[in-house]
């Protein structure tokens, strides 16, 4: 599996872009990209998946470069509820048996 | 219920005693996954199972801690002779592995033990 590097916090206040970068840079030809998001007291939940270019759903957008050796998760006007960890994960989950490795993640607080 | 369920949601259990986690799985799931999350750290995957494939026990820590997943659905996290550092919290995960694109994990609440 492919080892991620993601900033281990950031801080924005409410109503900013955020954009958390994650470094992989020896993501395989089948590997995809996943993002998580963990509240305090929860367990992760699923934000976004893709594989290049750019994946947009009603939560977040994933952009990833034609190298593919990072994405960016972008958050739009984030709110206080944002305040969360953001786990990236790289790998191909189906063919290597879809284990989930996660980092340490991105803490993210928004202040008001 | 339809969502992943995990009991107890807390345990507090003395030195030296074996406890057993439940995990029960969103139905038609195929992939059930345990990690144990300690205070302001991620996720340490423990134990992925999937379908009637051998488990990968990969992340297990020590021989002291096993899973079992009967009939394909519940899944059972033993640790035997619990330590003060087996304290944490302990999450399950299932999923519905078609391919790639589909490998949305949902996870369950947990259960925090704590070892006394």
């Known amino acids: 599996l492919a080892k991620t590097t993601q900033p281990i916090s950031m801080d924005s206040y409410e109503g900013q872009e955020v954009n958390i970068t994650c470094s992989h840079n020896n993501i395989a030809t089948n590997d995809y990209i996943t993002w998580y998001q963990q509240f305090p007291s929860q367990g992760p939940r699923f934000i976004i998946q893709g594989y290049k270019t750019k994946v947009t759903n009603e939560v977040a957008s994933l952009f990833i470069p034609a190298d593919r050796k990072s994405s960016t998760l972008s958050l739009p006007r984030v709110s206080l509820s944002d305040t969360a960890v953001y786990y990236c994960?790289?790998?191909?989950?189906?063919?290597?048996?879809?284990?989930?490795?996660f980092g340490q993640g991105t803490e993210l607080s928004v202040k008001p | 219920g339809a969502g992943v369920s995990q009991s107890p949601s807390n345990k507090v259990t003395e030195k030296g005693k074996d406890v057993e986690l439940r995990c029960d799985p969103i139905s038609g799931h195929t992939a059930l996954y345990w990690y144990r999350q300690s205070l302001g750290q991620g996720l340490e995957f423990l134990i992925y199972?999937?379908?009637?494939?051998?488990?990968?026990k990969s992340g297990l820590p020590s021989d002291r801690f096993s899973a079992e997943r009967t009939g394909g659905s519940v899944s059972t996290l033993t640790i035997q002779r619990t330590q003060q550092e087996d304290s944490a919290v302990y999450l399950c995960a299932s999923s519905l592995v078609q391919g790639a694109w589909d490998t949305e994990a949902f996870f369950g609440q947990g259960t925090r033990l704590t070892v006394v």
């Open positions: 199972f999937q379908g009637n494939s051998a488990p990968d």
């Open positions: 994960l790289v790998g191909d989950f189906y063919n290597q048996g879809g284990k989930l490795i």
